[in-house]
């Protein structure tokens, strides 16, 4: 039976979200992403913001040099976007068991077995965005193909809401007129290289030879071109490897030197790392703070604990006392902020705190029947619904 893959593509992910959050933004220019007049890029724009030239990692102020009045600009709400995102995983799961989630918003499924079931691969399609918009009224594109590399062309074909398929004998037709600039590894010294050759489409680098493209291009590349305009790809999945790191960092609009907005940047970082730990059932022995001055000069730092944590709490006070450590950072502009969790140990029943971790933080059996209490909350509520306190290392007088 041949293999066949499909690929998942949300559609403007986060701002599809916003304008179905705000059906007033429907129809209007929506930017996620840094506000105008501020240091930044675009995260995601709407495909009425697209229309005007716009497109992610743009810079905010090129950006809204493009874009009419009535744009709206939202900064991104990521733990929300990631609550869609399990949504929308969870009905590709009722499909195949065979996932391997790529993004936030993008997803591989190997459906070769559900053509006996569900009927054709246009119908699995169908059924699969049908699936998507129940569960969360957004519209994704999708491609199905051999492999990996025709499923992710295919998906980008008929953006947005697009469902495209491609068989194995239509591989060659359905690659021969595309841009060259869709191979994968092109960079800015192969691309002049190829363009020189005469080649403008996949078809013309179909003509030339393997010696040909590995003298040009490379060795490595030059063999990847060859395979990917007959269309040889990769046909295997690697679902859900697990994560290396937890971690949430921000960059500030203007360079930040009051540490009392350092220590709530630190606090809300903490509060998302430990509620994800906490949700994918993450313990962690390694805090990370890291840390960028103007311009660009980053800084990590790590410590390792004793008992593996996914408190909150536990994650502030190492970074504050990382920052704290280190006199010659105090009082210099910071461009960015964040922390991070990694060196897993997988969680327990009753696992047995450490006697001076437990007296040091004056923990009591209660507490976890409180966190699990305020991660309900949050669950059902949301986010900004109910935070625990976190101690500030300066107050006002």
Not at 77 to 91: D, G, L, N, P
Not at 136 to 147: D, E, Y
Not at 263 to 291: C, P
Request: with cysteine.
């Amino acid at each position: 039976m041949p293999r066949l893959i499909l690929h998942v593509d949300l559609d403007a992910f986060f701002a599809a979200i916003e304008q179905r959050d705000h059906p007033e933004w429907q129809g209007r220019p929506v930017v996620v992403g840094a506000q105008p007049g501020q240091r930044g890029v675009v995260a995601t724009c709407s495909y009425e913001a697209r229309r005007f030239g716009v497109h992610s990692a743009m810079s905010i102020t090129q950006a809204a040099r493009r874009l009419p009045p009535e744009t709206i600009y939202v900064r991104p709400r990521m733990a929300h976007y990631a609550r869609v995102s399990e949504q929308i995983m969870a009905v590709l799961a009722a499909f195949s068991p065979e996932i391997e989630r790529v993004s936030i918003d993008e997803a591989y499924l190997d459906i070769t077995g559900l053509t006996a079931l569900v009927g054709p691969p246009e119908v699995i399609g169908a059924r699969i965005k049908t699936g998507i918009r129940q569960a969360v009224g957004l519209t994704a594109s999708i491609g199905i193909g051999p492999n990996r590399l025709i499923a992710k062309l295919a998906s980008d074909c008929h953006k947005p809401d697009g469902l495209t398929v491609v068989l194995e004998e239509q591989v060659a037709d359905f690659l021969a007129p595309m841009p060259f600039s869709v191979l994968r590894g092109l960079g800015v010294k192969t691309a002049p290289r190829l363009a020189r050759l005469g080649v403008k489409t996949l078809g013309d680098v179909r003509e030339l030879s393997l010696e040909t493209l590995r003298r040009q291009c490379g060795a490595r590349a030059g063999t990847q071109f060859y395979y990917q305009a007959r269309g040889i790809a990769d046909d295997r999945l690697y679902p859900d490897r697990e994560r290396l790191s937890i971690s949430k960092e921000t960059t500030f609009p203007k360079d930040v030197t009051d540490p009392r907005v350092l220590e709530e940047t630190l606090h809300w970082a903490a509060r998302e790392v430990a509620w994800t730990a906490r949700q994918t059932g993450h313990l962690g022995r390694v805090v990370t703070l890291k840390i960028r001055f103007f311009p660009f000069e980053t800084h990590t730092r790590s410590r390792s604990r004793k008992v593996p944590t996914a408190d909150e709490r536990d994650l502030y006070r190492i970074a504050w006392s990382l920052l704290a450590s280190e006199a010659n950072w105090i009082g210099r502009p910071v461009r960015l902020i964040g922390l991070g969790l990694s060196g897993w140990s997988q969680p327990t029943t009753g696992q047995q705190l450490d006697l001076f971790e437990t007296a040091e933080t004056g923990r009591n059996p209660a507490d976890k029947g409180l966190t699990e209490t305020l991660d309900a909350i949050r669950h059902r509520f949301g986010a900004e619904a109910i935070q625990r306190g976190l101690h500030l290392h300066h107050q006002d007088n």
